[in-house]
């Protein structure tokens, strides 16, 4: 459902753009809000059922929200969250959608289920927009962000191509972006992820909707740029008395954000009420289920052997990449970009050091020196050795550390067999193995994960498309831990899953650490993962270790205001 639902909503966005160059909803015509019809639902939905292929999805669910109101639909990934927002606008390709879904338009109230294409057009984008998950491929790569939202403006509202651009500055002021008249004439790709949600935001709200579709706004941010993010737009619909449905698995941003939840679960909804109720006094195993998921430290942790040398050590690490120099100088000589300056740190055996900050901050150029797949300078040592420019020397370091991506979607290639993509290290470090032992240890690997041929026949024939997002993930990690490392490092290994997977993820990495002694490299911005696994953190900002210590000390007591702002953000 997963994939499907991820199909459907880029499917989706294409049918609905298409006639749309800059990327917009359609039909968008700004008009005087119906103060007459505040006392009713805005939306109320009835007997909602989708299904694709004959096969239901969404069964039979009821909801309404009021003008104004900010309601949460929360559940795992194949609930049918994101699925009912997109039929509502009969997004939803090759979906077979009944029930009613009777929406207080201008021109008074309509079943969306039963318009017309043409008269839905007229709703879209006018009285209901959507913001989508990630704004990258929502936002059109041939145009400033600047000309998408004035090229809105000027098809639809008839303003001319001055007024339009000036309203197209306004909107993105309005969204907190700084500089908003240069920002807007800057292309998707030289935004940051904040900056680009803001840009969609903007576009959103360009045509003043009465209701705002979020399908999960904020997952792909950091945390300040996502408390940002939600500050934005509970401060836009205070100011313009719009209602929000919120699509999203993340439980902090529920609390904060809405006034009202249903939970939702393989298509039912299973709970509704309001933000208080539900989460104080949850009736439904499942609600529980998912409030009980915050990442949780492992009550038998085992001691690490302080006597054993540290499986990982870097002084005074610098990671930079060169860039152009502007002007005459840059014919003649390249700049550098500096994304880590001084770092050092040390990882015993056993432990796990955490490495927290926002995107930008050098996160990830320090795991790529760490899995000496950039050059660095400084000192930088695995299991007592350096990385070389030698393949053959690197060999066995390579061995040694291992790496878990963050989305185990895109890291596991779609035309490998798991027994392939499993094995592959194997083929590189033990290329003698027979096929029989080969494989034997291929399935030990799936097993110590929780992948075992009893609960998946075929296993090892079967294709990534084939598992859940947690599932794939334990395919990634049982990948890493074939060839028997010492040093894992863990690249947002769950950010891209759902709270409850999340959780029984963490499980796992902390029970093979128990069992194996392994260390971790810990690269995440989410500090309930933070404090579930790390011994020791490292905050960066800016490509510079501002803050370090035990895991205790720098969340308990943080001593830098930029540590103290990423404790504080909600998760």
């Given at each position: 459902?997963h994939?499907a639902?991820?199909?459907?909503?880029e499917?989706?966005?294409?049918?609905?753009?298409?006639?749309?160059?800059?990327?917009?909803?359609?039909?968008?015509?700004?008009s005087?809000?119906?103060?007459?019809l505040m006392?009713?639902?805005?939306?109320?939905?009835s007997?909602?059922?989708?299904?694709?292929?004959?096969?239901?999805?969404?069964?039979?669910?009821?909801?309404?929200?009021?003008?104004?109101?900010?309601?949460?639909?929360?559940?795992e990934?194949?609930?049918?969250?994101?699925?009912?927002?997109?039929?509502l606008?009969?997004?939803?390709?090759?979906?077979?959608?009944?029930g009613?879904?009777?929406?207080?338009?201008?021109?008074g109230?309509?079943?969306?289920?039963?318009?017309?294409e043409?008269?839905?057009r007229?709703?879209?984008?006018?009285?209901?927009?959507m913001?989508?998950?990630e704004?990258?491929?929502?936002?059109?790569?041939?145009?400033?962000?600047?000309?998408?939202i004035?090229?809105?403006?000027?098809l639809?509202?008839?303003?001319a191509?001055i007024?339009?651009?000036?309203e197209?500055?306004?909107?993105?002021?309005?969204?907190?972006?700084?500089?908003?008249?240069r920002?807007?004439?800057?292309?998707?790709?030289?935004?940051?992820?904040?900056?680009?949600?803001?840009?969609m935001?903007?576009?959103?709200?360009?045509?003043?909707?009465?209701?705002?579709?979020?399908?999960?706004?904020t997952?792909?941010?950091?945390?300040?740029?996502?408390?940002?993010i939600?500050d934005?737009?509970?401060?836009l619909?205070?100011?313009?008395?719009?209602?929000?449905?919120?699509?999203?698995?993340d439980?902090?941003?529920?609390?904060?954000?809405?006034?009202?939840?249903a939970?939702?679960?393989?298509g039912?909804?299973?709970?509704q009420g309001?933000?208080?109720d539900?989460?104080?006094?949850?009736?439904?195993?499942?609600?529980?289920?998912?409030?009980?998921?915050?990442?949780?430290?492992d009550?038998?942790?085992?001691?690490?052997?302080?006597?054993?040398?540290?499986?990982?050590k870097?002084?005074?690490?610098?990671?930079?990449?060169?860039?152009?120099?502007?002007?005459?100088?840059?014919?003649?000589?390249?700049?550098?970009?500096?994304?880590v300056?001084d770092?050092?740190?040390e990882i015993?055996?056993?432990?796990t050091?955490?490495v927290?900050?926002?995107?930008?901050?050098?996160?990830?150029?320090?795991?790529?020196?760490?899995?000496?797949?950039?050059?660095?300078?400084?000192?930088?040592?695995v299991?007592?050795?350096?990385?070389?420019?030698?393949?053959?020397?690197?060999?066995a370091?390579r061995r040694?550390?291992?790496?878990?991506?963050?989305d185990?979607?895109?890291?596991?290639?779609?035309?490998?067999?798991?027994?392939?993509i499993?094995?592959?290290g194997?083929?590189?470090?033990?290329?003698?193995?027979?096929?029989?032992?080969?494989?034997?240890?291929?399935?030990?690997?799936?097993?110590?994960?929780?992948?075992?041929?009893t609960?998946f026949?075929g296993?090892?024939?079967?294709y990534?498309?084939?598992f859940?997002?947690?599932?794939?993930?334990?395919?990634?990690?049982?990948?890493a831990?074939?060839?028997?490392?010492?040093?894992?490092?863990?690249?947002?290994?769950?950010?891209?899953?759902?709270?409850?997977?999340?959780?029984?993820?963490?499980?796992?990495?902390?029970?093979?650490?128990?069992?194996?002694?392994?260390?971790?490299?810990?690269?995440t911005?989410?500090?309930?993962?933070?404090?579930?696994?790390?011994?020791r953190?490292?905050?960066m900002?800016?490509?510079?270790?501002?803050?370090?210590?035990?895991?205790?000390?720098?969340?308990?007591?943080?001593?830098?205001?930029?540590?103290?702002?990423?404790?504080?953000?909600?998760?």
């Amino acid at each position: 459902m997963h994939c499907a639902t991820h199909w459907i909503r880029e499917r989706s966005m294409h049918d609905a753009v298409s006639n749309f160059p800059g990327g917009m909803l359609q039909a968008c015509k700004a008009s005087p809000r119906a103060d007459k019809l505040m006392n009713q639902p805005l939306l109320e939905v009835s007997n909602l059922r989708i299904s694709f292929a004959g096969k239901e999805v969404v069964h039979g669910i009821d909801f309404s929200i009021a003008p104004g109101e900010k309601l949460a639909l929360v559940g795992e990934s194949g609930s049918g969250k994101t699925v009912t927002a997109l039929s509502l606008l009969r997004l939803a390709q090759d979906a077979s959608v009944s029930g009613s879904a009777v929406f207080q338009g201008q021109a008074g109230p309509s079943d969306l289920l039963a318009l017309s294409e043409r008269q839905l057009r007229g709703i879209r984008g006018q009285d209901i927009s959507m913001i989508f998950q990630e704004p990258m491929t929502a936002l059109n790569p041939l145009f400033s962000v600047g000309d998408q939202i004035a090229e809105v403006l000027e098809l639809k509202t008839g303003l001319a191509r001055i007024s339009a651009w000036n309203e197209a500055i306004e909107l993105l002021a309005s969204t907190g972006i700084a500089e908003p008249a240069r920002r807007a004439r800057s292309f998707p790709h030289q935004l940051s992820g904040g900056q680009r949600q803001r840009a969609m935001i903007a576009m959103a709200l360009a045509c003043k909707p009465r209701l705002l579709l979020a399908d999960e706004p904020t997952t792909a941010l950091d945390v300040t740029v996502r408390s940002q993010i939600l500050d934005v737009l509970a401060n836009l619909q205070r100011q313009t008395g719009m209602a929000v449905l919120m699509i999203t698995h993340d439980l902090n941003l529920v609390r904060r954000f809405a006034t009202r939840v249903a939970v939702m679960e393989n298509g039912h909804i299973v709970e509704q009420g309001t933000v208080d109720d539900v989460f104080q006094r949850p009736q439904h195993a499942y609600t529980r289920k998912l409030i009980d998921s915050t990442p949780t430290r492992d009550e038998h942790e085992a001691r690490p052997d302080a006597s054993l040398p540290p499986v990982m050590k870097a002084r005074a690490l610098r990671v930079s990449y060169p860039v152009r120099t502007p002007g005459f100088k840059g014919w003649f000589k390249a700049g550098q970009f500096v994304a880590v300056q001084d770092a050092s740190f040390e990882i015993p055996a056993g432990q796990t050091l955490g490495v927290i900050g926002e995107s930008g901050s050098g996160k990830s150029s320090l795991a790529l020196a760490a899995l000496g797949l950039h050059p660095h300078s400084g000192q930088l040592e695995v299991v007592g050795k350096g990385w070389s420019g030698s393949t053959a020397a690197n060999k066995a370091l390579r061995r040694a550390v291992q790496v878990v991506f963050q989305d185990p979607f895109s890291s596991l290639s779609p035309r490998m067999t798991i027994g392939e993509i499993v094995g592959e290290g194997l083929d590189v470090h033990q290329p003698g193995l027979l096929s029989a032992e080969r494989r034997q240890r291929v399935v030990r690997a799936l097993s110590d994960v929780g992948m075992h041929q009893t609960l998946f026949p075929g296993l090892l024939q079967r294709y990534p498309h084939e598992f859940s997002g947690g599932q794939r993930q334990r395919i990634a990690i049982a990948r890493a831990l074939i060839v028997e490392p010492q040093l894992l490092v863990l690249d947002e290994p769950t950010s891209a899953l759902d709270v409850t997977i999340q959780k029984q993820v963490l499980q796992l990495l902390q029970r093979l650490q128990r069992e194996r002694g392994l260390s971790y490299l810990l690269i995440t911005h989410d500090v309930d993962v933070i404090r579930a696994m790390a011994h020791r953190v490292l905050v960066m900002k800016s490509g510079k270790v501002i803050e370090s210590g035990t895991a205790a000390e720098v969340l308990r007591s943080p001593q830098q205001a930029y540590t103290r702002i990423l404790v504080a953000a909600p998760g």
